[in-house]
């Protein structure tokens, strides 16, 4: 008597619970997804001369760059590209690393990542020199000396780990300013970076549907 005044009740419980989970699913915030245009990141010095200046830094949380010595995830300054995370290299006029952050350089096309491999390992800024790989060719980029011009390589997609330990990609489209398709080195302006990049702003999500 008393199990069957009872399965009602249980009933209701468990209908209530299954409602909360679904609750939880669609709770979730939605990936954010944007291009970011004429970021600027000089740097002074070069040409023999040593290299100098403040390191433009980018947040992913609130898509914005900011002047914060602490919430920031990459910074970027000429074609050196930083993270918030490991121990400064030194490098002149670098901003310390205050988190945990992480980045990686992958081969793939930007629709292809759909979430962040499991064997996915995260490296960061260190004595050694920075995650990102420096120089033509052995990262984001290739120059050409004959014409003097800088182009992303294409499909080199970077992966990052947040200063709060969620997910983004991004891929650097152009190195000028206003992203001309027919770059003239002596009049376009570089070191004005133009990236795309996902965002997934839910804590232990590493998809980036």
Known sequence: MNTLKLTPFILM???MLSCSDDDDVMALAEVESTTIENLHAP???????PIS???TKFDFETGQITDSDTEWDIAFRGTTIAVNGGTV???I??????SD???TLVSATFEDITEIPADTSFDQDSHEGFAVPAGSGN?????DFTTNILNPIPGKILLV????????????LSYYKDAPSDIDPFQDESRYYTFRYAYNPNEGQVTFN
């Open 13 to 15: 419980s468990l209908c």
């Open 43 to 49: 740097q002074e010095g070069g040409r023999g001369e």
């Open 53 to 55: 200046g403040s390191f």
């Open 89 to 91: 290299t030194g490098t």
């Open 93 to 98: 006029d670098e901003p310390l690393r205050t």
């Open 101 to 103: 952050a992480g980045i």
């Open 139 to 143: 990262g984001w980029y290739n120059y």
């Open 161 to 172: 780990e947040t200063t709060d330990g969620k997910y983004a990609k991004f891929e650097i």
